[in-house]
């Protein structure tokens, strides 16, 4: 059974910082693209940041600047560094697995698995 556990939300004040991490299981991680995406009140799931099977990352233009992605493989864990946040990234961050093709390891395909979600909260 493939789990994805995600941790290290909380609150803190607007230009502070967070580090989430998400640990794996069940799954080997490094034949997944991985990712984080993010849900405010209201609003649609959005991509934040995801890091194909290569290494290769990519951000959404919102936090690309401010945002890092990256993984462990042998810890099995995606980490998402935040700094300079600001209210509007508050929202319920998940993490999420797509399997990846060993022929095309750039590519991040629909996800198969995600996590529950660690919430964070920004204030002014």
């Known amino acids: 059974q493939v789990q994805l556990v995600e941790s290290g939300g909380g609150s803190v004040q607007a230009g502070g910082s967070l580090r989430l991490s998400c640990v794996g299981s069940?799954?080997?991680?490094?034949?997944?693209?991985m990712g984080w995406f993010r849900q405010a009140p209201g609003k649609e799931r959005e991509g934040v940041a995801h890091i194909a099977r290569s290494g290769t990352t990519t951000y959404a233009d919102s936090v690309r600047g401010r945002f890092t992605i990256s993984r462990d493989n042998a810890k099995k864990t995606l980490y998402l560094e935040m700094d300079s946040l600001k209210p509007e990234d508050t929202a319920m961050y998940y993490c999420?697995?797509?399997?990846?093709?060993?022929?095309?390891?750039?590519?991040?395909?629909?996800?198969?698995?995600w996590g529950q979600g660690t919430q964070v909260t920004v204030s002014s």
């Open positions: 999420a697995a797509a399997y990846t093709s060993p022929y095309n390891t750039e590519s991040c395909p629909t996800t198969d698995y």
């Open positions: 069940g799954l080997t991680y490094s034949n997944y693209c």
